[in-house]
């Protein structure tokens, strides 16, 4: 089985734990990469006028352009773990636009996310139901500093 990891990162901390992930595996990885990335700034859920506030409020805003959807080989790939951070108890909007625009018949999916305070919610369930197809797994959560050996026992349970 080839394993891809694919992940949205916006502060850092889904990163850490994807390329965790994927080291315990011996995955490859993607990153998917908004057009126009989030800053510090637009990340700032305290303020109803930062561009994540905006985008929760007025769904519309959610459709996040990316740099790209393609993975290269990625009909070679079995199983994909995707990572996200949650945003408003949801996976965050950059996340639903590959899921949208890729193909997971034939695929395994792994969703695994980051969190401080929340958690998994139905992020997974919402995913599996805008990819319209492939074998989705019950995701998992970690918190946004997640210990190295926490990672380790779920890539071992997989």
Same mark, same amino acid.
């Given at each position: 089985?080839?394993? $891809?990891?694919?992940?949205?990162?916006?502060?850092?901390?889904?990163?850490?734990?994807?390329?965790?992930?994927?080291?315990? $595996?011996?995955?490859?990885?993607?990153?998917?990469?908004?057009?126009?990335?989030?800053?510090?700034?637009?990340?700032?859920?305290?303020?109803?006028?930062?561009?994540?506030?905006?985008?929760?409020?007025?769904?519309?805003?959610?459709?996040?352009? $990316?740099?790209?959807?393609?993975?290269?080989?990625?009909?070679?790939?079995?199983?994909?773990? $995707?990572?996200?951070?949650?945003?408003?108890?949801?996976?965050?909007?950059?996340?639903?636009?590959?899921?949208?625009?890729? &193909?997971?018949?034939?695929?395994?999916?792994?969703?695994?996310?980051?969190?401080?305070?929340?958690?998994?919610?139905?992020?997974?369930?919402?995913?599996?139901?805008?990819?319209?197809?492939? &074998?989705?797994?019950?995701?998992?959560?970690?918190?946004?500093?997640?210990?190295?050996?926490?990672?380790?026992?779920?890539?071992?349970?997989?």
């Amino acid at each position: 089985m080839k394993t $891809l990891v694919v992940y949205y990162s916006a502060e850092g901390h889904t990163k850490k734990v994807a390329e965790e992930v994927a080291s315990n $595996l011996s995955a490859d990885i993607f990153e998917i990469v908004p057009e126009e990335p989030y800053t510090k700034e637009d990340l700032d859920w305290t303020n109803p006028d930062s561009r994540a506030s905006r985008e929760n409020d007025n769904p519309e805003l959610r459709d996040i352009k $990316l740099k790209t959807t393609e993975v290269p080989n990625w009909a070679e790939y079995d199983r994909i773990i $995707l990572g996200y951070p949650i945003w408003w108890g949801i996976a965050a909007w950059p996340v639903n636009a590959f899921v949208k625009l890729n &193909d997971w018949s034939g695929k395994t999916v792994i969703p695994f996310c980051t969190s401080h305070s929340s958690g998994l919610g139905d992020s997974d369930l919402n995913l599996k139901d805008d990819a319209k197809n492939g &074998d989705w797994k019950d995701g998992t959560r970690f918190f946004q500093d997640a210990l190295p050996a926490k990672i380790k026992t779920w890539c071992d349970s997989l």
